[in-house]
């Protein structure tokens, strides 16, 4: 469970699931078309670069973490920390309560809701890789902190941000290099998100083809490695991937 200093969290009475700490509305039902609309665009996972009320004790539904709720920082100090408005925050912070009304998300969970989004596919697999790049603190759980600090890093960040967090998603074992096996597991994951019925209908090879291709055009010194300054410097060269990075710039 993630916690924050009293100074900087929500008064017990702002927990009482009757009022929303960050909008000061009732708990609205979750818009799962405007949900889709922004993760879809959130996240670079292109190949080309029950809710339930909450008890007194604060006990969590089915499929949710069971813990007690995590309060989120206030209004202030979270848009001092990010790139986002308080509005922004404040839409973002009520789409985030009615799906994990307990405060945070399990990577099961995580993976639930995921799913929505690509019911032709399978995936579990990258957002498996996902939610560890969303996991800041590395403890099995997403807090609405970790989520709006990345999607800050990705949304508004500067091109060396957005690398970076792009690189971290990549280096599955954190050892500061993304490996070709890496590149290839998260190639896969990306794949099997658009399922087998694609048109036209990709090769089974084309994953790996696809992470192979990448693998060399970023192992400038050829050691079997991709250092966070081989992808950044072949990423800045590459105008597709730069384009795609500038889209996301009024996605929210």
């Known amino acids: ?3 924050v200093s009293q ?3 929500f008064t017990d009475s702002e927990l009482d699931r009757s009022y929303d700490p960050l909008t000061g509305h009732l708990p609205s039902r979750p818009n799962k078309k405007t949900l889709k609309q922004r993760f879809l665009r959130l ?3 292109y190949p080309s670069a029950s809710s339930s009320s909450t008890n007194q004790s604060n006990e969590l539904g089915d499929g949710q973490l069971s813990t007690l709720y995590c309060r ?4 202030d100090a979270l848009a001092q920390r990010t790139k986002f408005s308080r509005r922004e925050l404040q839409i973002l912070y009520r789409e985030f309560k ?20 690509f019911p032709q596919g399978d995936s579990s697999a990258y957002a498996h890789f996902l939610f560890r790049a969303f996991d800041a603190q590395r403890d099995g759980a997403v807090s609405f902190q970790d989520l709006v600090t990345g999607l800050s890093s990705i949304l508004r960040g500067s091109v060396t941000e957005r690398l970076s967090w792009a690189f971290c998603l ?8 993304i490996s070709k096996e890496e590149m290839t597991d998260v190639m896969h994951s990306i794949y099997n998100l658009m399922g087998k019925n694609t048109s036209p209908g990709l090769k089974a090879s084309a994953p790996d083809q ?3 291709l990448f693998s060399r055009k970023m192992d400038r010194d050829r050691d079997g490695v991709v250092t966070l300054e081989e992808f950044m410097e072949t990423c800045r060269k ?13 996605v929210i």
Do not use: W
């Open 1 to 3: 469970m993630k916690s």
């Open 7 to 9: 100074d900087q969290s």
């Open 43 to 45: 996240l670079p996972c």
């Open 72 to 75: 989120p920082e206030g209004l």
């Open 98 to 117: 009615n799906e994990c009304p307990g405060g945070t998300v399990d990577e099961e969970g995580f993976k639930a809701i995921y799913s929505r989004f």
């Open 170 to 177: 990549y280096d599955l074992n954190h050892d500061g290099c």
């Open 210 to 212: 696809h992470a192979d």
């Open 238 to 250: 590459d105008e597709n991937i730069m384009q795609s990075m500038h889209t996301l710039d009024h």
